[in-house]
């Protein structure tokens, strides 16, 4: 039988933080929680996933999230295959689904698929037998990113519930400010979206958040900073006048974070934009800003989940023999 911690989260994929409950949040957080000291020992790895293999197939590039959840694979014992789509079939006209495929043929454990298009991960989990980790899909939701987030700030402030969370900059292309909106409001934290009126979906208060335009008056009294990078390679036109003018109204420094608690925490998702969303004095102010402890926990909680993914895919192979 599998592990007993493990009873509270019977998913088989991790496609979003929409639709998990708070219980179901918390085991993944309390299990993250475990992996903290053990990656900060001299001896990282076990053999938890020995004999399990995980693919990593990232359509968009991003060193840093590939490169995290490859640690976790391999702390934990797993084989770990990169796909580089700039040298895969994709490249001479393989789909999506072919590729999908083609992989599952080869019985991995675990997909880690980060796509440009949003549902692509849901999309993947009904065509193969392994287990799906959305590492981003579009803009609609980056599960693990959240989850990395919540926990960074539940061991700084012991808690998530009744926390005010600014989350500013672009939220329209922003998979990691919609997967945060899900986890924060479902924890009991309220969430302020603060952004330029071009930058924020219609209807995206429909998703519990209050939208604020002035960023003096989004951030009164918040306990949480959540800056957020500027995707200009998204932007089909200019949604600013400039980069200068952008950072005048919505990038953070000292003048802005005064508005917000003295002690709230700032966060942003990497890579920063320095100068655009952040000053460089706020982002490495070591008092206040946990950007680096983000990364830090973004290993653990992703050994969390791939652990246990692969828990339940035992458990539900136990129940068609």
């Known amino acids: 039988m599998p592990p007993a911690p493990f ?14 409950t708070a ?10 929680e475990s992996y903290v000291e053990l990656n900060r020992g001299a001896a990282k790895k076990q053999a938890t996933l020995d004999g399990r293999t995980i693919v990593n197939l990232f359509f968009e590039s991003s060193t840093r999230t590939r490169t995290s959840f490859e640690l976790a694979g391999k702390r934990l014992g797993a084989d770990i295959i990169n796909m ?21 043929a080869m019985h991995p454990d675990v997909l880690v698929l980060r796509h440009p298009d949003s549902g692509a991960a849901r999309l993947l989990s009904d065509k193969v037998n392994c287990a799906v980790v959305n590492a981003g899909d579009g803009s609609h939701e980056h599960p693990t990113q959240a989850l990395l987030d919540a926990l960074t700030i539940r061991r700084r402030k012991g808690k998530l519930e009744g926390l005010r969370v600014a989350i500013c900059g672009d939220i329209s292309h922003s998979r990691v400010a919609r997967s945060n909106i899900h986890l924060l409001t479902t924890m009991g934290a309220s969430v302020r979206l603060i952004a330029p009126r071009t930058l924020v979906p219609s209807r995206v208060e429909t998703l519990g958040a209050e939208v604020f335009h002035d960023m003096a008056r989004g951030l009164e009294g918040c306990d949480i900073v959540m800056m957020l990078r500027l995707q200009t390679e998204r932007m089909q036109s200019a949604l600013f006048p400039s980069l200068r003018e952008y950072f005048r109204f919505y990038g953070l420094d000292y003048d802005k974070l005064a508005a917000a608690k003295p002690d709230a925490l700032i966060m942003h998702p990497g890579p920063m934009n320095r100068g655009v969303e952040i000053d460089s004095l706020v982002a490495d102010d070591f008092g206040r800003s946990v950007i ?6 973004g290993v653990a909680v992703r050994m969390a989940v791939l652990e246990i993914l692969t828990a339940n895919l035992a458990r539900t192979a136990q129940k068609n023999l």
């Open 7 to 20: 009873e509270g989260f019977a998913h088989r994929h991790l496609l979003g933080i929409e639709g998990l």
């Open 292 to 297: 680096r402890e983000q990364v830090e926990m």
């Open 84 to 104: 580089s789509v700039s040298t895969s079939a994709i490249k001479k006209g393989e789909t999506l689904i072919d590729t999908a495929m083609t992989l599952n």
């Open 23 to 32: 219980s179901e949040i918390a085991v993944l957080l309390d299990r993250s």
